[in-house]
């Protein structure tokens, strides 16, 4: 019998624990005036320099959420791939992420549970190396 998959999707069985795979972009005025768009969130500290350059910052600083993203597009279009579905993602914001920074997502599978297709992944972001997201997430796999 042969299987058949989704292009990029791969099936549980095929997922360990330590896999590993990772996705950067640079953030860009444009990206974060898309996002604040797209979401509704015009705060100041994202889309006023003015007002940034007044707050602990000192310049504006990209949502955070956006940074987040990243988890989905590898979730999405890597590992597990095509079909699989978000249960839950925890999130710590630590430091802040700049226009012109280069954000590094990465996704490690920490664990696997057939029965109830689902795989937990630690989730991170870096910039420059350092930790700027720190998290978990859990995916479905229809």
């Not at 490690?108 to 549970?113: F, L, P, R």
């Amino acid at each position: 019998m042969t299987k058949t998959f989704h292009l990029g999707a791969i099936p549980i069985e095929d997922i360990e624990i330590g896999m590993t795979l990772s996705y950067s972009q640079t953030i860009t005025d444009s990206d974060i005036k898309a996002f604040a768009g797209l979401s509704g969130d015009h705060n100041p500290i994202h889309v006023d320099e003015k007002y940034a350059e007044n707050s602990r910052f000192k310049k504006r600083i990209a949502h955070g959420l956006m940074s987040a993203g990243f988890f989905s597009q590898l979730f999405g279009t890597k590992l597990p791939g095509p079909g699989c579905v978000y249960t839950s993602q925890s999130l710590k914001f630590l430091r802040p992420v700049y226009i012109n920074d280069t954000v590094t997502a990465t996704v490690e599978v920490i664990n696997v549970d057939i029965s109830k297709k689902r795989v937990t992944f630690r989730t991170f972001c870096t910039v420059n190396n350092k930790k700027v997201i720190d998290g978990e997430a859990e995916i479905y796999i229809p």
